[in-house]
């Protein structure tokens, strides 16, 4: 089992940025998928963000890319999403998540929470307009 512990969330005006870190441990994130999911109130959990275990493949979903950079360090057993240009619709609990599904498996459904078993208790991030 891995345990993913997730901050740097707070407050930001918009345009601000943000960068959020998830620590690993209990063991390596290196054979796990990794990503970043949010949730606002009254909204159904969305897909942010993910990275492949060698760091090589990344994914992103539409309303963030181009302001939104996912990053990992399988030395320090660590992943990160750098936040900029945050907009007020930006503001949710974010979610580090893990999956330890098959390669095959795992790459067609990067944006799915299902294809996730190891979740963290999530960091809130508010952007003020």
């Not at 275990?53 to 992103?60: E, F, L, M, V």
């Not at 963030?64 to 950079?69: D, M, N, S, W």
């Not at 990160?80 to 007020?88: A, C, F, I, V």
């Amino acid at each position: 089992q891995v345990l993913l512990v997730e901050s740097g969330g707070g407050l930001v005006q918009a345009g601000g940025s943000l960068r959020l870190s998830c620590a690993a441990s209990g063991r390596t994130i290196s054979s796990y998928a990794m990503g970043w999911f949010r949730q606002a109130p009254g909204k159904e959990r969305e897909f942010v963000a993910a990275i492949s275990r060698n760091g090589i493949s990344t994914y992103y979903g539409d309303s963030v890319k181009g302001r939104f950079t996912i990053s990992r360090d399988n030395a320090k057993n660590t992943v990160s999403l750098q936040m900029n240009s945050l907009k007020p619709e930006d503001t949710a609990v974010y979610y580090c998540t893990g999956s330890s599904a098959p390669v095959t498996y795992a790459a067609s459904r990067m944006n799915t929470a299902g294809t996730y078993d190891h979740w963290g208790q999530g960091t809130q991030v508010t952007v003020s307009s």
